[in-house]
């Protein structure tokens, strides 16, 4: 009887890990499927040579964010827009506006910062942002907004 209980223990373990991997991998499938195609999209128009960073960017309008080098050896971020591949790629040059780094201490600087969760760079009404995620120190969630040009708060979700 012994023996068949740890066969069934292990049994049902290893369906539940099996299931919980599959799940994961068909939900992740979507992401990676259009964030490699943005990434040829963009090597294809030669906007970048070299692609370093990707991620899908939801705002009023979903962008995949594809961050590299171009000719010249310039740090870009060009933006595809992910429902129509025939409109124009957005694009900026990273040391034009405000680093990663300066939204992150501006963030830092204004609220209690207990932990970054994500930064991303997209397009909003205003122009190009930084969305940073965080919890404060009540593990509230935050989303902030800053924009890419001067560095200046555009738009703040907070407590959530």
Known sequence: MKNWIKFFTIFL?????????????????????SEKDAKQVVLDADKLVTVTDTYVYNGKKPYVTVIGTDKAGKKKAVFVPKDDSKAKLEEVIMEDGTSEKEALSVVSKKDNVKEILH????????????????????????????????GQWWKRILNL
């Not at 799940?23 to 990676?32: D, E, L």
Request: proline share 4%.
């Open 13 to 33: 373990l290893i369906l539940s890990l099996s299931i919980v991997v599959i799940v994961a991998w068909k939900s992740y499938s979507p992401f990676y499927s």
């Open 119 to 150: 930064t991303k760079l997209g397009i909003e009404e205003p122009g190009v942002v930084w969305e940073i995620t965080y919890l404060n120190q009540e593990d509230k969630l935050n989303y902030v907004y800053i924009l890419f040009e001067n």
